[in-house]
Nanobody
């Protein structure tokens, strides 16, 4: 059975760092388009970063460029999101998702989702 489990969230001060992990089980992550999304209270879910399986190309939303890095470790069947220089505006529940359609970093291209991990940036 396909499962995605996010971990690594928590409470950090502005300027701090966190690394989120998305562990896949029941399937091999190598062949999937992978995305990190987030949803803050009262806000729509947005695509943060995506990475393709074909050529490893990446996408980042403008608000996180230069601060976040997405990567994958096929041997561990895990995807990571390294988040540096965190801001209060980054506070949200972060979700990992996978899909077969390697197109834009939008929710419609992803069919399987994890349960999310909370990231809170506050002083």
């Amino acid at each position: 059975q396909l499962q995605l489990v996010e971990s690594g969230g928590g409470l950090v001060q502005p300027g701090g760092s966190l690394r989120l992990s998305c562990a896949a089980s029941g399937f091999t992550l190598d062949y999937y388009f992978i995305g990190w999304f987030r949803q803050a209270p009262g806000k729509e879910r947005e695509g943060v970063s995506c990475i393709s399986s074909s050529d490893g190309s990446t996408y980042y939303t403008d608000s996180v460029k230069g601060r976040f890095t997405i990567s994958r470790d096929n041997a561990k069947n895990t995807v990571y999101l390294q988040m540096n220089s965190l801001k209060p505006e980054d506070t949200a529940v972060y979700y990992c998702a996978v899909g077969l359609r390697q197109a834009g970093c939008v929710m419609s291209n992803f069919g399987s989702w994890g349960q999310g991990t909370q990231v809170t940036v506050s002083s």
